[in-house]
C-alpha cells in the first residue's frame, strides 16, 4: 500500500492511497482542477480512482467531490450524516453513486479493509479512518479537538499516521481571528494544537519506525518549523527518539508528499 498527502491545511485537503488492486481518495477539498494536477505530480491517473472516501461535509474537503464524482462516475463512500449535511456547492450527485457506512464499521473496498471511527469536531458526524492491506495499516487522525481511548486504540501500531497539528497556542491566542472563531478551534470541536498532538502521540506510537505526517497546520497560526520542533522536543523528552524510533514527516498545503509505501519500517 502506498500513499500521499496530495494538500492538507485549511486551504484545501485530500490524500491518495493505492495498492495493486484499488484506488482510493480521501476527501477532495480542492477544484476539479487542481486535485487532477496534484494526482499528475505523483504520478497517479485520475481516471484510475476507484472510489472517495469522505471524512466530513466542510468545505475545506469536499469541494471538489461533486465535480471529481461526475467527471469519473465515482463512487462516494461517507456516513448518513454527512451526506445529509453537504454543501450545495458539491452540486448534485446520483444517489446510486453515495454508499453510506455505518460510523464504526468496517468496509471492504478491493484488497482494502477501511475502519472509521468518531472523532470531535463541529461537523455532522466526522470520522477519522484506518486503512488496512494485508499487515500494514494508515491511520489518519485530523479536524478533532481531543484525542480519547477510542482513537488511540484505534490508530495504535498503524505504520504510518497522518495526525493533525493544527496550530501553536500562543500564536492562535495572539493572532488576529476574532474571539468566537479562536474559541471555536480551542474548543473540543476544534482543533488539535502541536503540544495536543505531541501528548496523543505518546500514547499511540510504539517506536518502532513509524512515519508521523503531521497535517492540517493553520497557514496563520502555525509554522512547519514550529509544530515539527514542539512534537520532536516532547516526544524526545519522554523517551522516543525522532529520527530513529519514530519519523516526523512534513505535509503541505500547495504540494503533494511523494507517493510512498506505508511501511518503511525495519
Known sequence: MKFSVLASGSTGNAIYVETD???VLIDAGLSGKRLEKLLRSIGADPASLDAILVTHEHIDHVKGLGVFARRYRLPIHLNEATWRSLPSSVGKLEEDQCHLFDTGSALELGDLTIESFPISHDAAEPVGFCLHH???TLGLVTDTGYVNRRIVDKVAGADALIFEANHDVEMLRMGAYPWNVKRRILSDVGHLSNEDAAEALLDILQGVGENVYLAHLSQDNNLTELAHLTVKDILQEN????????????????????????????
Open 239 to 266: 523517551g522516543l527518539r525522532v529520527g530513529k524510533d519514530i519519523r516526523l514527516q512534513q505535509t503541505h498545503p500547495d504540494r503533494a508528499t511523494p507517493l510512498r509505501p506505508v511501511s518503511t519500517k525495519k
Open 134 to 136: 494485508g499487515r500494514e
Open 21 to 23: 488492486r484499488f484506488r
